[in-house]
């Protein structure tokens, strides 16, 4: 899946979001983009929006403060 950091959103990220977007928001989860900050590189969002689903945002929803890395096919939360 290529690089992806999940984490808990700061307002510094919200604030910084406007200046340049960076952030991968769901359509399909409008709480966990409130909620979660993730990022990728441009390239890889597409990659990314199509492997999280809506479960997976909702397992990750569930609980506050998670850190999760993802690097290709390794994961640690």
Known sequence: MGKVLIRPE???????????????????HPEFSRKYYLYTDS???????????RE?????YRYDDLV???VKNFMMV
């Open 10 to 28: 700061t307002i510094g990220d919200k604030i910084f979001e406007v200046l340049i977007e960076q952030e991968v928001d769901f359509d399909i």
């Open 43 to 53: 390239e890889n969002q597409p990659r990314v929006r199509r492997k999280m689903n």
């Open 68 to 70: 999760i890395q993802i």
């Open 56 to 60: 997976f945002l909702d397992v990750i």
